[in-house]
């Protein structure tokens, strides 16, 4: 069964940090580099950041030093973990293969940064 689940979203006040986690069926998660996206009120979603299966790592120039993605192959799941979170980080945050231009998302998981 193909299946995304991204959890770990929340209310934070600006400066503050949220992990997130993605748990993806194998379907979607085995051998391939994955990624996480995210996408604001009234703009188009964007990639954020990806890490391949040999665990190299990229970012979107908003985003580094202040972010961090990885991975754990033995349970499918990829996290971000966000630090220094600004008002503009404010999106629903989605995981799915890197580069994915399909229509097969998740619910995504709401993060909200307050100012």
């Known amino acids: 069964q193909v299946q995304l689940v991204e959890s770990g979203g929340g209310l934070v006040q600006a400066g503050g940090s949220l992990r997130l986690s993605c748990a993806a069926s194998?379907?979607?998660?085995?051998?391939?580099?994955m990624a996480w996206y995210r996408q604001a009120p009234g703009k188009q979603r964007e990639l954020v950041a990806v890490?391949?299966?040999?665990?190299?790592?990229a970012y979107v120039d908003s985003v580094k030093g202040r972010f961090t993605i990885s991975r754990d192959n033995a349970k499918n799941t990829v996290y971000l973990q966000m630090s220094s979170l600004k008002p503009e980080d404010t999106a629903v945050y989605y995981c799915?293969?890197?580069?994915?231009?399909?229509?097969?998302w998740g619910q995504g998981t709401q993060v909200t940064v307050s100012s």
């Open positions: 194998e379907t979607i998660f085995s051998s391939h580099a």
């Open positions: 890490i391949t299966n040999g665990n190299n790592t």
């Open positions: 799915n293969k890197a580069y994915y231009r399909g229509d097969y």
